[in-house]
């Protein structure tokens, strides 16, 4: 099975610089996503990673360690906008998505 | 280009009730998943088609939960019959063929299931 473990909520200041972390534990792995869902709204699909390094897309990047079974979204410049529960998901040798419980965060002014 | 179409958006029943969900991927995407998501959780996989043939169940309740995907295009999933901890969104995702780097999901605006 798997097992995906990500911080239930973390608080910022508009204008910072935030680090999710994800850990995992997964049968075979074939890649790594990062969703953001703002309440009440579908996940919407923010960044994948399936080789080691760090992906770099605007204010967000995302790191993968395929051998620490460890991934963080870094988020910089907070905006108010970017409070939202942040989701890793992993794919596992069968290309079957899990996804971690989701870690809500606050920014605030 | 049209997103994942579901429907209804809300559904309130009582326990022991049925309750029929449906969504339409988008245009030529083969991989269709259906998602419960209970508040405060993250989306837990109910069941992932490819076409029309099913890759993974494994968290189907299937004594009470079905799933179909006729002509491989859109998909229902009904509960039959419901209980009160069936009270979730229901999400239904798609992405297109294959493992690729960009086979990212896309989700629809899901079903929220409210059993009384």
């Known amino acids: 099975g798997q097992n995906i473990d990500q911080p239930t909520e973390m608080t910022a200041t508009e204008g910072a610089i935030v680090q999710i972390n994800c850990t995992y534990q997964?049968?075979?792995?074939?890649?790594l996503f990062w969703y953001q869902q703002h309440a009440g709204e579908a996940p919407t699909f923010l960044s994948y990673n399936v080789l080691d390094g760090l992906e770099e897309k605007g204010r967000f990047s995302s790191f993968l360690s395929r051998s620490k079974g460890y991934s963080y979204l870094l988020l910089k410049e907070l905006q108010m906008k970017d409070s939202a529960s942040y989701l890793c998901?992993?794919?596992?040798?069968?290309?079957?998505?899990?996804f971690g419980r989701g870690t809500s965060l606050i920014v605030h002014p | 280009e049209a997103g994942v179409a579901q429907s209804p958006r809300y559904k309130i029943i009582e326990k022991r009730q049925s309750v029929a969900f449906w969504c339409n991927p988008i245009s030529g995407h083969a991989t269709l998943y259906w998602y419960q998501q209970i508040l405060g959780q993250g989306p837990k996989l109910l069941i992932q088609f490819q076409n029309n043939g099913v890759v993974d169940d494994s968290q189907l309740p299937k004594d009470r939960f079905s799933a179909e995907r006729l002509k491989g295009v859109d998909s229902t999933l009904k509960i039959q019959p419901a209980k009160l901890e069936d009270s979730a969104v229901y999400l239904c995702?798609?992405?297109?063929?294959?493992?690729?780097?960009?086979?990212?999901?896309?989700f629809g605006p899901g079903t929220r299931l409210t059993v009384l």
């Open positions: 995702a798609s992405s297109s063929l294959g493992a690729t780097r960009d086979n990212e999901q896309f």
């Open positions: 997964t049968s075979g792995f074939n890649g």
């Open positions: 998901a992993v794919r596992d040798r069968g290309y079957i998505p899990t």
